[in-house]
C-alpha cells in the first residue's frame, strides 16, 4: 500500500509540473529569448538614432569613420591598395546613408521580433513563427557589420592595416552578438519542438 500510495504521489506531482504549470522551463526559455532579442533590436536602434541625430558631427558621428576607411586615410602609404579607395564625397555620403538604413531596419525588425515573441510565450507554434522576423534582422544585421564592415570595409579597403579608422574589433563583437542571438533562437525552436514531441498523448 505504502508503494502504491509513494507511486500516486509521484504521478501527482508530474501531473502538477506538467499541466498546472503556466511557466514551464521552455516557456521561460522562449520569453527569455525574446528579451535577449529586444536588447539586441535596443543596440541597433541606438546606433542609428544617434548616426541620424547627429549625421556629421566630427567627434560624435560615424561620418569620419565612414570617410577614412573608404579614402584609405591612416593605411600605410605602399600598401599597394591604393587603387581601391575611394575619395568621391557622394559615394561616402550614400554608403554611410545606406549603413544607416540597414542598421535601422535591423532594429526595427528585431523590435517586431521580440514583441511578438513575448506575446507568444505560451504557443511554441506562433513563436516558432515570429521568429522569422528574428531572422530577418539578424541577417540584416549581419549585412551590415559582417559583410560591410569586415568584409568590405575591412579587407577590401584594408581597414585592417588602418592605423586611424580600424574598427575591425566592434564590427566582430557585432557579429558575434547577431550570431549568438541566432543561434540561441534556433536552440530554443529545436529544444522546445523536440520536447513537446516526447510529451505522451493526453486525453
Not at 503556466?22 to 527569455?32: D, K, L, N, T, Y
Not at 576607411?69 to 591612416?74: H, Q, R, T
Request: charge should be negative.
Amino acid at each position: 500500500m505504502d508503494l502504491v500510495h509513494e507511486g500516486s504521489i509521484c504521478r501527482y506531482l508530474r501531473a502538477m509540473a506538467g499541466e498546472s504549470s503556466s511557466w514551464p522551463v521552455w516557456r521561460v526559455a522562449r520569453a527569455a529569448t525574446s528579451l535577449f532579442v529586444l536588447m539586441v533590436a535596443t543596440y541597433y536602434l541606438v546606433v542609428s538614432f544617434d548616426n541620424i541625430t547627429n549625421p556629421i558631427n566630427p567627434n560624435a558621428s560615424n561620418w569620419p569613420f565612414v570617410q577614412g576607411v573608404l579614402s584609405g586615410d591612416g593605411v600605410p602609404a605602399d600598401s599597394g591598395f591604393e587603387w581601391r579607395f575611394i575619395d568621391a564625397t557622394w559615394f561616402q555620403a550614400l554608403s554611410y546613408i545606406g549603413i544607416i538604413t540597414m542598421e535601422s531596419l535591423a532594429g526595427i525588425t528585431l523590435l517586431i521580433a521580440g514583441v511578438l515573441g513575448l506575446r507568444a510565450t505560451g504557443s511554441p507554434r506562433q513563436w516558432d513563427h515570429a521568429q522569422r522576423w528574428t531572422y530577418l534582422g539578424g541577417v540584416i544585421g549581419l549585412s551590415v557589420f559582417f559583410l560591410g564592415f569586415m568584409v568590405v570595409g575591412g579587407n577590401w579597403f584594408i581597414m585592417y592595416l588602418n592605423s586611424t579608422w580600424n574598427g575591425m574589433e566592434p564590427a566582430f563583437q557585432n557579429t558575434v552578438t547577431t550570431l549568438g542571438m541566432l543561434v540561441l533562437v534556433t536552440a530554443v525552436m529545436i529544444g522546445g519542438r523536440l520536447s513537446e514531441s516526447r510529451e505522451p498523448e493526453r486525453n
